[in-house]
């Protein structure tokens, strides 16, 4: 099991920006294709950012397309999402996830780990 933990999520006015991060106690990321999710109340899950486990492909839900970034840092210990433009609509918890030598797929089915959520929400 990887044990991914979020941080960064809070409280933020529409426009404003936040960076979450996803690690996995100093434990290497490499090799993991890494999603972020979000979850609304009464909402499904989405996908919103997703990068291949060789990091060359990057996805993006239209919704967050020119806002959000997904990126790893060079020891690949650490995933971010930097979401950029924020908008009421944005608010949900947001997870990280795994899933090992995959491609970064949209589907939350496709990925094994799974963190515990950080809580963003942005007030209008």
């Known amino acids: 099991q990887v044990p991914l933990v979020e941080s960064g999520g809070g409280l933020v006015q529409a426009g404003g920006s936040l960076r979450l991060s996803c690690a996995a106690s100093?434990?290497?990321?490499?090799?993991?294709?890494m999603a972020w999710f979000r979850q609304a109340p009464g909402k499904a899950r989405e996908c919103v950012a997703a990068?291949?486990?060789?990091?060359?492909?990057?996805n993006y839900a239209d919704s967050v397309k020119g806002r959000f970034t997904i990126s790893r840092d060079n020891t690949k210990t650490t995933v971010y999402l930097q979401m950029n433009s924020l908008k009421p609509e944005d608010t949900a918890n947001y997870y990280c996830?795994?899933?090992?030598w995959g491609p970064g797929a949209a589907d939350p089915n496709a990925y094994d780990h799974w963190g515990q959520g950080t809580q963003v929400t942005v007030s209008s």
């Open positions: 996830a795994a899933d090992f």
């Open positions: 100093g434990r290497s990321l490499s090799g993991y294709a």
């Open positions: 990068i291949s486990s060789n990091g060359r492909t990057t």
